[in-house]
């Protein structure tokens, strides 16, 4: 399985798009955490509360994260089927530990981003406050399983493609519709999607681990009865 987390996270951070991806978050992020830093309006409406600094990073991935995380990974098994690479690769390990293995790759992918970024905001704006980060790496695992449960799904890599452009720009307008809305629907979305608990909440997010669990055991119990 590490061999297969190595693989696959040496692939993402070789890519063009994931090094504009990087480029684009950590110089928004640090730009936004020296003004939010040295805002009064800001620390004001915070209500004095920890992890200002990092309100540039949070507020990227709550409107882009899926989409990058998405556009980046939504083929991470479909590709491997349709190039029969996987029939290789489960000839050395189990079904369970590939899955297992991609979803920990394009995790640890994002968490090393978002890792970095946090490093230099905290440098350059003398912070520390790690809950916000916790908080973000467990909303980049909830899309990083709904793109191992999509590309598990879906076998052709082309549908993955248009999916995860719509999915990556549906959810997030959902999410933060949700926050605004009163109606029985919005509520249950409120809590099914991370948007609500990463904003407003943080403790329902146990609720969320769940749900990544869930969607790693379909991707598990799916791949398991493909015929390869």
Not at 160 to 177: A, E, K, Q
């Amino acid at each position: 399985m590490f061999g297969i987390v190595l693989k696959e996270y040496l692939g993402l951070i070789k890519g063009v798009k994931s090094i504009l991806v990087i480029l684009f978050v950590t110089s928004v992020s640090i730009l936004a955490a020296q003004y939010a830093s040295s805002s009064t309006f800001l620390a004001e409406a915070a209500g004095g509360s920890q992890g200002t600094e990092l309100a540039g990073l949070s507020f990227i991935f709550i409107l882009f994260g899926a989409l990058f995380i998405y556009i980046l990974s939504h083929d991470i098994v479909n590709r491997d089927i349709e190039l029969q690479r996987i029939r290789l690769l489960i000839t050395k390990t189990s079904r369970r530990n590939v899955i297992i293995g991609k979803f920990i790759s394009v995790f640890a992918f994002w968490a090393s981003v978002t890792l970095i970024t946090f490093a230099c905001i905290s440098i350059s704006t003398q912070t520390f406050h790690i809950t916000p980060l916790i908080v973000l790496w467990v909303f980049i695992a909830f899309h990083s399983g709904v793109a191992i449960m999509m590309s598990t799904i879906i076998t052709k890599h082309s549908y993955t493609v248009l999916i995860s452009l719509i999915g990556g720009l549906v959810i997030p307008g959902v999410g933060i519709w949700s926050l605004f809305n009163k109606t029985v629907i919005a509520n249950i979305l409120s809590y099914a999607l991370p948007y609500y608990i990463a904003m407003d909440d943080y403790r329902f997010i146990a609720l969320t681990v769940v749900e990544v669990a869930l969607m790693l055991i379909i991707s598990i119990i799916v791949f398991e009865r493909k015929e390869l």
